[in-house]
């Protein structure tokens, strides 16, 4: 597993007691000096604080020194005390660790609706600060975990002319999904100098091949947030062709990241990996491949081990897309299930009943002779998320 | 209860063992004579072999004498084959019962994609003819059933200058849901003569009004039929004026076999009754409807007896529906949760205690000033549900 901190970056982490007396619930990651800042936010109408905030300073100033998150509140729907409550938590942190609150991003996971507890900010705020450069990766990705069953990081070390660049990033969230503590956040910290411009702009098209195509539940968060920071204390600036490089790894370290999401969504015991082809756009390929990984039926089916091809074929034929059915093919585990408008003949059950017992499903589908492609990865639905966020506020 | 069979209609039920031997799985309701037809169907492009042939009889005479429907065996995607299949066992059910094949208008339910054993057809068709008259509106509903828990029927008894109409229907499918065996059915009888132009009208407007506002998980069958046969048996013919008084108390009958299909929604242990008003448009508000009953963590709070707003706010944050966050106002069992972008000071869990236990939950969301408005019926998402669906083959 990738451990290794980018060079110019200290984590730091402590105990404020939001929720759970004594366990870590802040987290801070700070800059040794300013670094250019991405940020990716909720599509939600209803943006928590934090949101608000962060979205300013990336967009304000395109720059910053530090990420600061908080579990066990999410100030989300708080009005304007919530917002003055978000920039406080700032300030007192910046005081703390010497930094301008300006400089940090804010990003928090929790129950919506509550006000923060300023007095608990207060207090943890100075040993936050204290702790600076004494956690690790794995010490960061574990106090923003809130349902989330495994602590979730990944990383690169890259090499530009025989200098090491080094990617590092953290998620939680079990899943892209909006129960009151499952928030998806993630941050990603770099040790190359990047321009503001590239850096952003590489983070949104990399979200879109990853954490976009990445679903639990369907749900969206108040609070959904991805930080980037690019410090350039490796002594490397990455531009022109680089920017390739350095555009793919950051890819494949949020695909990794989104893997682990969806491998922890809440209950989840089966990944679906959903392609779709043959369809008449991306977009079409995409609605096709949303509903197929939305529909409780597909998903119950996983969970059950069930190579229920007419629950698939039928989500396909419901989804809204234009396609001739009799085009269609779907092919679980690389099994064939369906074409001609009709099932195969062969004996799924005996041929799926070993790659059904596995935790990763590939699952093609061809819906013609179109241009449109999608992936997707998608959670199965079990006892257990109904458990979780049925009984999740008591 | 409502129980009585509209005149010059008789009913039959009988085994033909297409899945579970013994229990009554054939379902055939005979007008005396020539009725207006109406039908609706699946909108998924995956039509079962019955839709197709239902359709065109519907579309081409536009009148009919007889509803025959079938569970254990959906006659899915089985190709041209299952045409033929389909057709035969009209032909069949014809000869035995005096009819003409092209004046039957069948519906299937049960496993997709396996063709239908056309031996056992041919073994139970003339004990289902001879039973014609035997059958009531319950023995009817109850044969019809597959993952129902109750056999659903409802009716009204109308008034035409001093004559009796009578109007009865009955429905079957745990929810507007596509598992292999969950198909919605539906059959409308009644005995006044209605114009078939006016009637299909009629159909389609009270059809948008309750079955297409009633959802259990989203997904949409491949089978999905609604049939009306109106005969005229009562000597009373409808027309003019009285036609808007026949259509609201079909829309009256429909909205309660809507509501009695949500009820028992597979593993429903509730029916949130979701009313969108204020939003831009009518569309804008089934949106939000739609996106707030789909929810699987709204779903899941309401199984939990949660008075969980945020969840709710969330789902309509990412609904795509334009609104200020700020308007948005929610209602759940007549306590106000939220307004002003944040939850109000009532004391929720307190206040809606006792209305969690029940059964009906009405949930009332305002999204502004707009002139919009759409009504849902939505079952809420249990541990059942999980267990009918993942389970279900095996």
Known sequence: MFTAIPKGFRL??????FKTPGRKDLA?????????????????????????????????????????????????????????????????????????????????????????SMSLWEKAVPALAANLGTATLEDFASAIMTTDSFPKYAGERLDFNGKSVLLAGVAKGAGMICPNMATMLSMLLCDAFVAPEDWQAMFRRAVDKTFNRATVDGDTSTNDTLYGLANGASGVTVTGRDLEVLEAALTRVLADLAYKLVRDGEGATKVMHIAVTGAPSDKDAEIAARTVGHSPLVKTAMYGKDANWGRIVCALGRSGVHFNPEEVRVALCGVELFKNGQPTDLDFDALLKEPLEQRDLPLDISLGTGPGAYSLLASDLTHEYVSINADYRS
Request: with cysteine.
């Open 12 to 17: 730091a982490v402590a105990s404020a007691g």
């Open 28 to 116: 801070l990651a700070v800059s040794d000096s300013s670094a250019s800042a991405a940020g990716v936010f909720t599509t939600n109408l209803f943006k928590a604080a934090p949101v608000l905030v962060g979205q300013d300073i990336v967009k304000r100033k395109q720059s910053a020194r530090a990420v600061l998150i908080n579990t066990g509140q999410a100030n989300a729907c708080t009005g304007s005390q919530g917002l003055a409550n978000c920039k406080r938590a700032a300030a007192l942190t910046a005081l703390a660790a010497g930094l301008e609150a300006h400089d940090i991003l804010p990003a928090s996971t929790g129950v919506i609706g509550a006000q923060f």
